[in-house]
Structures are given as structure tokens and as C-alpha cells.
């Protein structure tokens, strides 16, 4: 790959992390390398499950602490999250990865737990070969207006309301 863009999956509805992980399955039906990150999340997820037939070709690395995330994160919270970050840079200038995943990193910014400034820099001086996505709710202004592709996800309706709880290989 001889270009790689900045793209962003946001919005309240459904489908940002299983649209970004579309790309990765294209990608590595490719043969193409990938890197995910996963911010805020920490769990045997049925997708980390199904990447791990893929073998080498892609790696997965959860940055959370395995409890809800919301305006009461704690210092334990934003440590984690600045260590993925960090390792998630490493992933993105290291020239093995075509395609870098930053899963929930828009909500990690949304609740102040990483600094738009920190990504800003990211986003900058990443290789231009690789292929950068951001999911989660939130994505500040200033990473709209930085990214090449922007799509938000608008929930018109769903199951949960008729209290529906998260299914396996589904939402979870």
C-alpha cells in the first residue's frame, strides 16, 4: 500500500468496532499486517477470538481495566490508556503493520482520558503507507477535520430498548 488515510467511525449507533474490523478482515484476506488497540476494553471478546485463526498476521492489544469507562475515570484508567497509546505509536512507525486500529479511541478522547494534542501528533507524522482508523462515540471536531474519511453511525432503532442484552457473535 503506497498511501495510507486517516479514517474515523463515530456516532451513537451501532457498528463502528464492526466496521473497522471489516477493514481488517479485508485487509488480511489481502495479506496485509495488522495492528488493533483496543482503548477502554479489556475482555475474551468473540472478535478476538476469530482474529486469533489468522495467526501472525495480526496482533491485538486491549488498554483498559475491565470496568465501565465513563466521566469518572480514574487515574488507573487514563495510565492505561496513555500506556496503549504509546505502545499503539510504537505500532504505527515499527513498518510491520498495514493497517493500525485505535478501537474506542474517539471515546477515550470524549472523556478527557487522552488529549486531542497527544493524537494530533499521531496523525502527523505516521508513515504514509499505513492505513490509520479511530472508532468510538465522540470524535472531537478537531479529529474530524484532520481525517480523510469520516463516517458516523446514527442509531434509528434498536433491540435494546425491548431490553435485548448483548448476544454472543453478535454485540459481543
Given at each position: 500500500?503506497?498511501?495510507?488515510?486517516?479514517?474515523?467511525?463515530?456516532?451513537?449507533?451501532?457498528?463502528?468496532?464492526?466496521?473497522?474490523?471489516?477493514?481488517?478482515?479485508?485487509?488480511?484476506?489481502?495479506?496485509?499486517?495488522?495492528f488493533?488497540?483496543?482503548?477502554?476494553k479489556k475482555?475474551?471478546?468473540?472478535?478476538?477470538?476469530?482474529?486469533?485463526?489468522?495467526g501472525?498476521?495480526?496482533?491485538?492489544e486491549?488498554?483498559?481495566?475491565?470496568?465501565f469507562?465513563?466521566?469518572?475515570?480514574?487515574?488507573?484508567?487514563?495510565?492505561?490508556?496513555?500506556?496503549g497509546?504509546?505502545?499503539?505509536?510504537?505500532?504505527?512507525?515499527?513498518?510491520?503493520?498495514?493497517?493500525?486500529?485505535?478501537?474506542?479511541?474517539?471515546?477515550?478522547?470524549?472523556?478527557?482520558?487522552?488529549?486531542f494534542?497527544?493524537?494530533?501528533?499521531?496523525?502527523?507524522?505516521?508513515p504514509?503507507?499505513?492505513?490509520?482508523?479511530?472508532?468510538?462515540?465522540?470524535?472531537?471536531?478537531?479529529?474530524i477535520?484532520e481525517?480523510?474519511?469520516?463516517?458516523?453511525?446514527?442509531?434509528?432503532?434498536h433491540?435494546?430498548?425491548?431490553?435485548?442484552?448483548?448476544?454472543t457473535?453478535?454485540?459481543?
Amino acid at each position: 500500500m503506497t498511501k495510507g488515510y486517516v479514517q474515523v467511525y463515530t456516532g451513537n449507533g451501532k457498528g463502528k468496532t464492526t466496521a473497522a474490523f471489516g477493514v481488517a478482515v479485508r485487509m488480511l484476506g489481502a495479506g496485509y499486517r495488522v495492528f488493533i488497540g483496543q482503548f477502554l476494553k479489556k475482555g475474551l471478546y468473540s472478535e478476538l477470538k476469530g482474529f486469533k485463526r489468522w495467526g501472525g498476521s495480526i496482533s491485538i492489544e486491549q488498554f483498559g481495566s475491565g470496568r465501565f469507562v465513563g466521566k469518572d475515570a480514574t487515574v488507573k484508567d487514563r495510565k492505561l490508556a496513555e500506556e496503549g497509546l504509546e505502545r499503539c505509536w510504537k505500532a504505527i512507525r515499527s513498518g510491520e503493520y498495514d493497517l493500525v486500529i485505535l478501537d474506542e479511541l474517539n471515546a477515550a478522547l470524549s472523556l478527557g482520558i487522552i488529549k486531542f494534542d497527544t493524537v494530533r501528533r499521531l496523525l502527523h507524522e505516521k508513515p504514509d503507507n499505513v492505513e490509520l482508523i479511530l472508532t468510538g462515540r465522540g470524535a472531537p471536531p478537531e479529529l474530524i477535520n484532520e481525517a480523510d474519511l469520516v463516517t458516523e453511525m446514527v442509531e434509528i432503532k434498536h433491540y435494546y430498548g425491548s431490553n435485548v442484552s448483548a448476544r454472543t457473535g453478535i454485540e459481543k
